[in-house]
């Protein structure tokens, strides 16, 4: 069974630049979150999907990040414009509901660098 | 506001030399106490749930415990392929979002 996935594994952009990242969930897996890990700091919750509804935004941390799940299926994370303490590495997650204990498997992450 | 932590943050260790990882959380609600191996490079991979008092569950030679407070992740007999980031994380009732620790940096020397 594959895993997450997540493209690109690393994306280096100008401050006020745009960046795109795409997570595909395991198949089946209705649940999807984003995290993200700044230098030095723990791993924070962004957001949960539940197929293509967001079901908690509280983790995004501004209006110029912005999620989506159409169809339910793979998602994306737009930063427009990007700043520097975006930089960081960002993790998608996903799970199946209900059952399998609300274990939330992790992707290999988008490492972003603002420069 | 729920809170994690974890100690000591590094951990050197000889091959063959046991020790213990600390995860001391407070949450309103546990719904459940995640541990998950990170290797560099890559994203976290899950190890053990643990969603009550007195729980323990074994994989190979790591051995996670649960308490009120805290949780313990016993490595025995550490090889140095167990050399790792080890991060705790909680999930409380009011939501799904996991609440993760700074993690603890093993390394395990031959």
């Known amino acids: 069974e594959a895993g997450v996935t997540q493209f690109p594994s690393h994306s280096v952009i100008e401050k006020g630049q745009t960046v795109t990242l795409r997570c595909d969930p395991i198949s089946g897996h209705d649940n999807l979150y984003w995290y993200r890990r700044v230098m030095g700091k723990e791993i924070k919750f962004l957001l949960h999907?539940?197929?293509?509804?967001?079901?908690?935004e509280s983790g995004m941390p501004n209006n110029r990040f912005l999620a989506e799940r159409t169809g339910g299926t793979y998602s994306t994370l737009k930063v427009q414009p990007a700043e520097l303490e975006d930089s960081g590495v960002y993790f998608c997650?996903?799970?199946?509901?209900?059952?399998?204990?609300?274990?939330?498997?992790f992707g290999p992450g988008t490492r972003l660098t603002v420069l | 506001e729920d809170q994690v932590t974890q100690s000591p943050e590094a951990l050197r260790l000889q091959e063959g030399e046991s020790s213990s990882l600390n995860c001391s959380y407070t949450?309103?609600?546990?719904?459940?106490l995640f541990w998950y191996r990170q290797d560099p490079g890559k994203g976290p991979e899950f190890l053990f749930t643990?969603?009550?008092a007195g729980e323990e569950k074994e994989k190979e030679r790591l051995k996670a415990t649960l308490t009120k407070k805290e949780s313990f992740l016993h490595i025995t007999a550490p090889k140095p392929e167990d050399s790792a980031t080890y991060l705790c994380a909680v999930l409380s009732n009011s939501g799904y979002a996991l609440n993760f620790g700074k993690g603890t940096s093993l390394l395990v020397t031959p």
């Open positions: 999907f539940v197929k293509e509804s967001k079901q908690d």
């Open positions: 949450v309103s609600g546990l719904r459940g």
């Open positions: 643990l969603y009550s």
């Open positions: 997650a996903s799970s199946a509901f209900p059952g399998d204990s609300d274990t939330q498997y």
